[in-house]
């Protein structure tokens, strides 16, 4: 089993940064690929970003190429999101969650774990 804690959100202007953490427990965290999303109220959850288990590969939905990125340090067991240039369209609940197959995935049921969330609001 393994847990995932986000944390990081919060209320920022538009064009402000915010750096989301996912601190996850368990021994396999370096074999998992890790993703995260969103899910704005009356929306679905959509991808935002994955990594692969090695780190080399990553993944980004259209909508936040060049302003977020990802990266995980396997040795603290810790995703994080980078989020620069936000856009009230960014506000959203942020969930990080964990695959087991080590290959990045776009869908939400492809994922095995999933964290609570954490809000990120962007005031215009």
């Known amino acids: 089993q393994v847990q995932l804690v986000e944390s990081g959100g919060g209320l920022v202007q538009t064009g402000g940064s915010l750096r989301l953490s996912c601190a996850a427990s368990?021994?396999?965290?370096?074999?998992?690929?890790m993703g995260w999303f969103r899910q704005a109220p009356g929306k679905e959850r959509e991808f935002v970003a994955g990594?692969?288990?090695?780190?080399?590969?990553?993944n980004y939905a259209d909508s936040v190429k060049d302003r977020f990125t990802i990266s995980r340090d396997n040795a603290k067991n810790t995703v994080y999101l980078q989020m620069n240039s936000l856009k009230p369209e960014d506000t959203a609940v942020y969930h990080c969650?964990?695959?087991?197959?080590?290959?990045?995935?776009?869908?939400?049921?492809?994922?095995?774990?999933w964290g609570q969330g954490t809000q990120v609001t962007v005031s215009s």
């Open positions: 969650a964990a695959r087991r197959s080590g290959i990045i995935a776009t869908m939400p049921h492809e994922y095995d774990y």
């Open positions: 368990g021994r396999t965290f370096s074999s998992y690929a």
């Open positions: 990594i692969g288990w090695s780190a080399f590969s990553t």
